[in-house]
């Protein structure tokens, strides 16, 4: 049986690691404190019998062999960056699930006939360089040259706290990559981040697909003015034009019900930024994610016209820039399949869900087929201090993680 006792040992340890005074945890990929987490990490992939190693792309990756070394693996994966004053259950109880897996079967004397990686993926988040999921990309071949140069708050390029890593950013494409049929199957667990398991009172789900996001910076530009002297009548608010493309971005997702359509202004600068000055400029960030490609790209369309037509009436000059997009995936019927059988013996029901957030797996699916296992998690909340998922739980999915790692590594 998987060690309950050792896993939940895990993630509380991990989770002092970037405690915040609010009880959260900040660990933005890259950091000092990312480098403690990814110590310690690699110190339990060591225990669990695998060897250790980074790839030029900040991931850490732990390999247990199988019988036939050459055969692609199973890989496990998730991550241990966090968002600012996140959780500690978000994406780490799938790395130290992964690991949990690996040393239970060391345990029990389970040799498979192929390997097993487990994979803590850099910067799934996009907390520190507003570009999420770098290591998944840079690992299916969809990073380059403008993914290395983005810039943090301090003005650190990802190139640069790569190295600061000790790391050899420009063999991403040569040490990093896998192809297609380099991998056998890519499994991931992850707290649900949502209320629907909480309310089915089930401890576990299987995921059928992942909603692909969309994030785009918007500028609006006005002409700034004194608070004081400048009519109403003549101003151009860039604030304002902000505020009503935001509202824009609501009602238009809101106009499809029924479907996980989601559409966030989650990030907002105004400048010049004073009490008496009216904003001359508006920075504000957009994420929309649709499981339905061809609609989310009607979505944006909407939201793209609109605000150009808000720019023009307000005297504003609205500009968009793409910062990324990953298409909607399906996860494997094959997978989903046996993780349903697997279940069952468990005598474990598991509702299949669509997730609404983005992960690392529907970047493996560009190479490999994918599996999604969700963990109940207290009252939906995610990437905030309250986050929680009771240890009951994350063993029971860690279960189910082993049986059907042991099922596609046996063969």
Known sequence: MINRGRLEERIERLGRIGRTPEGGVTRLALSDEDRQAQALAAEWMEQAGMSVYRDPAGNLIGRIEGMDREAPPVVIGSHIDTVQNGGKYDGAIGVLGGIEVVQHFREEG???????????????????????????????????????????GRGITRREALAGFGLEPGRIGVQAVRRPGEVRAYLEMHIEQGPVLERAGAPVGIVGGIAG?????????????????????MRRDALLGAGE??????????????????????????????TNIVPGRALFSVDIRDIDAIRREEIIERVRSGALEIGDRRGLAVRFDERMKIDPVRCSPAIVSLMK???????????????????????????????????????????????????????????????????????
């Open 245 to 274: 493309i935001a509202l824009l971005v609501e009602h238009i997702c809101r106009s499809y019900p029924g479907t996980p359509v989601a559409g966030t202004v989650g990030r907002l600068a105004v400048l010049p930024g004073g």
């Open 110 to 152: 389970l040799c498979t006939f192929r390997p097993i990686e487990v994979i803590a993926f850099c910067e799934e988040e996009g907390s520190r360089f507003q570009s999420g999921m770098f290591g998944s990309r840079a690992l299916a071949g969809m990073t380059g040259e403008a993914d290395l140069e983005l810039t943090d």
């Open 341 to 411: 059988e697997k279940s069952l013996g468990m005598k474990l029901e598991c509702l299949e869900l669509v997730s609404g957030a983005g992960h690392d797996a529907q970047i493996m699916a560009s190479i490999t087929d994918v599996g999604m296992i969700f963990v109940r998690c207290k009252d939906g909340v995610s990437h905030h201090p309250a986050e929680f998922a009771e240890p009951a739980d994350i063993a029971l999915g860690t279960e189910l993680l082993a049986r059907v790692a042991l099922e596609l590594a046996a063969r």
């Open 213 to 233: 996001p969309a994030w785009m910076e918007v500028s609006v530009e006005g002409k700034a003015g004194h608070a004081g002297t400048l009519p109403m009548t």
